[in-house]
Nanobody, 119 residues
């Protein structure tokens, strides 16, 4: 198993930047594919970005070119650099882990961190 704890959320103006972190503990972090999801009020949780065990990345169209996912296996950490933030990026952001590919059905989730973008 792996335990995940997100941090780095907050309130930022439109056009600003935030960097989210996800600290992992438990079994070897490098063995997991990782990803970020978000859930806005009244909406379903949606995919944001994912990174494979060998650091291949994939993004949702809505964040492509603005967000960057990365991982540091030595620090057991996952990151999401968010630039050019928009009010529609406001949501609770969750990191997730899976043995193959992260999805909404992945078994391991953090508790989430709130990101609020003001217009």
């Amino acid at each position: 198993q792996v335990q995940l704890v997100e941090s780095g959320g907050g309130l930022v103006q439109a056009g600003g930047s935030l960097r989210l972190s996800c600290a992992a503990s438990g079994r070897a972090f490098s063995n997991y594919a990782m990803g970020w999801f978000r859930q806005a009020p009244g909406k379903e949780r949606e995919f944001v970005a994912r990174i494979s065990r060998n650091s291949n990345t994939y993004y949702a169209d809505s964040v492509k070119g603005r967000f960057t996912i990365s991982r540091d296996n030595a620090k057991n950490a996952l990151y999401l650099q968010m630039n050019s933030l928009k009010p529609e990026d406001t949501a609770v952001y969750y990191c997730a882990a899976d043995s193959v590919v992260v999805s909404i059905r992945s078994p391991y989730w953090g508790q989430g961190t709130q990101v609020t973008v003001s217009s």
